[in-house]
């Protein structure tokens, strides 16, 4: 029912920034929460960030807590995940994620859909 487009991924230097950006296509996500993963080649999907619906409720990694912050813009059906100070270790496929449930959560069996993904790597 929902489909999801990530964008903003590419090459960058250790320590630079990235935007990532999840938009809806040709459907809205109104009332859902949304989450960011991420995967590396042979790696299982690992959780990054979440937020909720009306409560505004998030959670990010322990570990990645303080460099990445999701936030969402509900006037244009979009989803974020600024990332900074990024570490060689953060490159991955980044998966943006939705659920019907309006709550966050970092369990990847909860969430209903799915986007392609974007590739974000970070050069030493």
């Known amino acids: 029912q929902v489909q999801l487009v990530e964008s903003g991924g590419g090459l960058v230097q250790a320590g630079g920034s990235l935007r990532l950006s999840c938009a809806p296509s040709?459907?809205?996500?109104?009332?859902?929460?949304m989450g960011w993963f991420r995967q590396a080649p042979g790696k299982e999907r690992e959780f990054v960030a979440s937020i909720g619906w009306s409560i505004g409720d998030t959670i990010h990694a322990d570990s990645l807590k303080g460099r990445f912050t999701i936030s969402r813009d509900d006037a244009k059906n979009t989803v974020y995940l600024q990332m900074d100070s990024l570490k060689p270790e953060d490159t991955a496929v980044y998966y943006c994620?939705?659920?019907?449930?309006?709550?966050?959560?970092?369990?990847?069996?909860?969430?209903?859909?799915w986007g392609q993904g974007t590739q974000v790597t970070v050069s030493s």
């Open positions: 994620a939705a659920r019907r449930v309006g709550f966050a959560t970092r369990n990847l069996h909860d969430y209903n859909y």
């Open positions: 040709g459907r809205t996500f109104s009332s859902t929460a």
